[in-house]
C-alpha cells in the first residue's frame, strides 16, 4: 500500500521530468544526501544584521546536542562578546571539563581565522551574516544612540532628515559611535580600520573570506540562507526553525526614508561594507543555483512549516506557555515527521541573556562535576 508521502514524492519527481527531461539531473541534484552532521562549527555574529536569531538556532542545536558551546562569563557587564571589538578572548569564555574541546561559538567577536580554529579546531565550519548595508545603517543608528545624539544636536526630531544631514557630513558621529556605524560588518569580519578605503587590501580581504567561510547567510535571503546552512551542516530541518529575535516591534516606530542621493552617500561611507555585501549576495546566489533544481522546493516547503509553527508558538505564547501541547508535523519530500512543543516554543522564543544564562548554568553543573 503506497503511502501519501509516496505519491507526494512521485509526483514531485515527475514535475522534475517534466521540466528537465533528463533524469540524471533528476538524481544528481535532486536527491540532497547528508553523510554526516557537523558539530564544530562558529559562527560570526554580526552587528545588526539578525545574527540573535540565528545565534538561537545554534544555541539549541549546540544544547540538544550535548555539544559544548563556548558562552560568555555572564558577570561581564558586556557579557554578549566573546571579544569586545577585538578577536576572542579566551578569559571571556566560559570553561568546560578538561580534555573536551569547545564545538559551537555563536556570540560575538571579531573574526580571525587563526584563533577560530585554535578555539574550534582546524576542521571548524565557518557561518557568517550580512545585511543590506543601508538597511543595517539605519537599525544601527537607532540602536546604537546615533539618532538620538542627532536630535540633541541638530535640534531636530525628523529621523528621515537627521539620516540625510548624517549621510551628507558624516563627520555629525560622536567618535564613541563611529566604530558601530563606519563599516561595522567588515570590521566584525576582520578587515582593518585602516584599510576601509584601500581597494587592494579589500580585495584580499574578500578572496581570503570566501576561502574561510562555507556559507554567509544574507538577511534579504534569510529563509534560503537557512535551507543551505541546513545542507551544509546536515541538520534536520526541525534544527533550523526560528522565530525572529530581537525585532524592534513598536507600533508607532517612524518610518525613516532614504533617498537615492542619501544612499550614495551612505555607500561613500561605507564603501567596504557595500563591497563585503556585494560579494558573498552575489556568492549566494551562485551557491542557490549550484545547489539543484529543488532548492526552491524546499525553500517553500521550509516557509510552509515555519509559518505553521510560528502560528502554533504564538497561540503558546497568548496562553503564557502555560499548557503542554505537542504540534506534529508531517514527513515531506525534506524533512522527516518531527513534533514541536510547547517547551521547544518558548526556548524558540526566549530571550538572549534567559537562554545563555541557563545554558551556562548546566555549563556550570557539569564542569563541576567533572571536577569532583
Known amino acids: 500500500m503506497f503511502t501519501p508521502v509516496f505519491y507526494s514524492r512521485f509526483r514531485e519527481f515527475l514535475y522534475i521530468l517534466s521540466t528537465t527531461n533528463d533524469f540524471n539531473y533528476y538524481h544528481r541534484s535532486y536527491v540532497h544526501v547528508c553523510h554526516q552532521q557537523v558539530v564544530n562549527v562558529a559562527f560570526l555574529k554580526v552587528h545588526k544584521t539578525g545574527g540573535t536569531t540565528v545565534s538561537n538556532i545554534f544555541l539549541r542545536y549546540g ?3 550535548g555539544l559544548n558551546i563556548a558562552l560568555p562569563k555572564l558577570s561581564n557587564p558586556k557579557w554578549k562578546y566573546l571579544g569586545f571589538n577585538t578577536v576572542l578572548q579566551k578569559e571571556r569564555i566560559f570553561p568546560i571539563p578538561p580534555n573536551e574541546t569547545y564545538n559551537i561559538l555563536c556570540n560575538h567577536a571579531i573574526y580571525s581565522g587563526n584563533s577560530f580554529r585554535e578555539l574550534l579546531g582546524a576542521d571548524v565550519v565557518n557561518i557568517g551574516i550580512i545585511r543590506e548595508p543601508v ?4 537599525s544601527a ?3 546604537f544612540g546615533l539618532l538620538r545624539e542627532l536630535q540633541f544636536k541638530l535640534k531636530n526630531k525628523n529621523k528621515s532628515e537627521l539620516i540625510s544631514k548624517f549621510s551628507k557630513n558624516t563627520n555629525l558621529c560622536p567618535a564613541s559611535l563611529k566604530i558601530y556605524m563606519h563599516n561595522r560588518m567588515s570590521f566584525d569580519f576582520g578587515l582593518k580600520a585602516k584599510d576601509f578605503d584601500n581597494e587592494t587590501a579589500i580585495n584580499e580581504y574578500l578572496r581570503s573570506l570566501d576561502q574561510d567561510f562555507a556559507l554567509v547567510i544574507v538577511t534579504e535571503y534569510f529563509d534560503e540562507s537557512l535551507v543551505l546552512l541546513k545542507r551544509i551542516l546536515c541538520l534536520n530541518l526541525k534544527d533550523v526553525l526560528y522565530i525572529p529575535l530581537n525585532v524592534n516591534t513598536r507600533k508607532k516606530r517612524e518610518p525613516i526614508k532614504v533617498s537615492e542621493e542619501d544612499k550614495f552617500h551612505i555607500r561613500k561611507y561605507n564603501h567596504a561594507d557595500f563591497r563585503l555585501y ?5 556568492k549566494l546566489i551562485k551557491q542557490l543555483h549550484h ?5 526552491n522546493h524546499e525553500v517553500q516547503n521550509f516557509k510552509s512549516i515555519r509559518k505553521s509553527v510560528i502560528n502554533f508558538c504564538n497561540e503558546r505564547k497568548s496562553e503564557k506557555f502555560s499548557k503542554s501541547k505537542v504540534f506534529e508535523i508531517r514527513e515531506t519530500f525534506w524533512n522527516d515527521n518531527f513534533t514541536v512543543t510547547t517547551k521547544e516554543c518558548e526556548v524558540m522564543m526566549e530571550y538572549e541573556f534567559r537562554t545563555v ?3 551556562t548554568k548546566k555549563a556550570e553543573e557539569k564542569f563541576k562535576i567533572s571536577k569532583m
Do not use: E, P
Open 141 to 143: 543608528a537607532h540602536f
Open 278 to 282: 556585494q560579494y558573498f549576495k552575489d
Open 291 to 295: 545547489s539543484g533544481h529543488n532548492i
Open 135 to 138: 538597511s543595517q545603517f539605519v
Open 63 to 65: 544544547d540538544s546536542r
Open 357 to 359: 544564562k541557563r545554558l
